[in-house]
């Protein structure tokens, strides 16, 4: 460390130091990167995701189009010089280009509800640690009221309300989800603000946004990015059950909890129709989970 560093406050001067050059740090933050289930949850995640976005080149059929000529057809058969690798529905439109398209519409379900959340569950949670008083206790009093409405039972009610919608799932999914960020951001910066570098920056004339902006906000993109990869994979979950009620997303937009539902009737006959959107939709859900696991185990502390 050089000498001017060693005149640093020691927590400032133990943050401005590179983890290169702490001893062992860039081995044990590489370990760490190299963690299996990370690597494999950013490897299902990424391939759903670019599949999804290249729905246009992966398969030349509408998914909306219905082919009575070709209903029910199981996995890869080939009619009128059409493969139909995962078969057809109960319309005949392909379930590949509609597994493809659905994802396009359950993936952005799923990051712009968890966009609109945490941008307001930060926003909130950061002013109620930070100036604490009446903002900390009106923030927490409505995340309590929040907590004491079950996300799903709140979903039906105000859908039942204002009625069904892609975009207004979208908001009242985001208005039940904002609470944990909300509830973590300030148990955070409650902690933070007593910190010995917050103390020296108040003490050098920063103001309340300097202090915000530059020495608070930076030490939460770790936890809230953890808690957003796992909330994306439990909103296409959530966005996929109540589309399964007919609440979420309507036919005949494609999307996986339409899928299920659409093909429910049919299982008997036609296994495909379920099975293929379901096993897509769980193991989006477990590999989102892992990718949260996996960055929660990079940016820990090793005890």
Known sequence: MTTAAQGQNPVAAAEAEP???????ATRLAGRWA?????????????????????GLLTPLDPLKPNLGHRLLPPWTTRGGVLHVLGTDQLGRDILARLLYGGRVSLLVGATTVAIAGSVGVLLGLLAGFF???IDAAVMRLADVQLGFPIVLLAILLIAIFG???????????????????RTVRSIVLSLREHEFVEAARALGGGDTRLLTRHILPNLVAPVMIIATI?????????????FLGLGVQPPTPSWGVMISEGRGYI???WWLVTVPGVLLALLVISMNMVGDGLRDVVEPEG
Do not use: D, N, T
């Open 132 to 134: 604490g008083g009446g």
């Open 164 to 182: 069904p919608g892609m975009w207004k799932l979208v908001i009242i999914l985001a208005a039940g989800s904002w609470v944990v960020y909300a």
């Open 19 to 25: 983890v290169a050059a702490r001893p062992g740090g």
């Open 268 to 270: 008997h006959l036609a």
């Open 231 to 243: 909330q994306v994979g439990q909103v296409i979950l959530l966005e996929s059950a109540l589309s």
């Open 35 to 55: 963690s299996p289930v990370l690597l494999v949850g950013l490897v299902v995640v990424v391939l759903i995701i670019g599949v999804s976005l290249l729905a």
